[in-house]
């Protein structure tokens, strides 16, 4: 079993639409969570990081964490074409900084 | 602004030859950098921590006199693939560390070796 699951994709939504993007993970040691956006053929860009359970919010963007369901959550409200790029779950330990990452889903908004 | 920067963005190379590319960061003093490898629709894969004057620590499988990384100085980190084979062919993306676990990460390079 990985450390930590994401559903590749890829996911087609039309523009306006509410997109969910989802990880589970096995290692309880896993302190905070972090979602990069990737787009293709470049490298990944910090959009949400988190420590504890619960929300937070910033612009259209939410994350979710449920530690006791070891589950993650990234919400896309308003999407928009330009959002459509491959999103990266992400989580560390306190191990000097060192992450694992989800697999990636591909989001496609189409205008 | 980009925090961290990569070069080359994409080298062709023949089999045989050894690829320099190198990772610097823009405006931070990084003691820590981390080297991945993306293969297509796959997520990224660490290979190495390198560590600022002393010697990187390999994940399992990577092969050290293969990856050669240097860390000489706080902005800058260099891997190195020696003896490039065509399935060393991959997007290599390095990240510094900021704080105790927020990365950022430079635009990669695309390796192709023919």
């Not at chain 1, 490298?43 to 612009?59: A, F, H, I, R, V």
């Not at chain 1, 990234?74 to 060192?98: E, H, V, W």
């Not at chain 2, 293969?39 to 990577?62: I, W």
């Not at chain 2, 927020?102 to 990669?108: A, E, I």
């Amino acid at each position: 079993q990985k450390e930590v699951e994401q559903d590749p994709g890829p996911l087609s939504v039309p523009e306006g639409a509410i997109v969910s993007l989802n990880c589970t993970y096995s290692n309880s040691a896993f302190q905070y969570f972090m979602w990069y956006r990737q787009y293709s053929r470049k490298g990944p860009e910090l959009l949400m990081y988190t420590y504890s359970s619960g929300n937070k919010e910033d612009g259209r963007f939410t994350a979710q964490v449920d530690k006791s369901s070891k589950y993650i959550s990234l919400f896309i409200r308003d999407s928009q074409p330009s959002d459509s790029a491959t999103y990266l779950c992400a989580m560390g330990s306190n191990q000097g900084g060192k992450l694992i990452f989800g697999q990636g889903t591909e989001l496609s908004v189409k205008p | 602004g980009a925090v961290v920067s990569q070069h080359p963005s994409w080298v062709i190379c023949k089999s045989g030859t050894s690829v320099k590319i190198e990772c610097r960061s823009l405006d931070f003093q990084a003691t820590t950098m981390f080297w991945y490898r993306q293969f297509p629709k796959q997520s990224l894969m660490l290979m190495a921590t390198s560590n600022e004057g002393s010697k990187a620590t390999y994940e399992q499988g990577v092969e050290k006199d293969k990856f050669l990384i240097n860390h000489a100085s706080l902005t800058l980190s260099t891997l190195t693939v020696t003896s490039a084979h065509p399935e060393d062919s991959s997007f290599y993306i390095c990240s510094e560390v900021r704080g105790t676990d927020t990365q950022y990460f430079g635009p990669g390079t695309r390796l192709t070796v023919l």
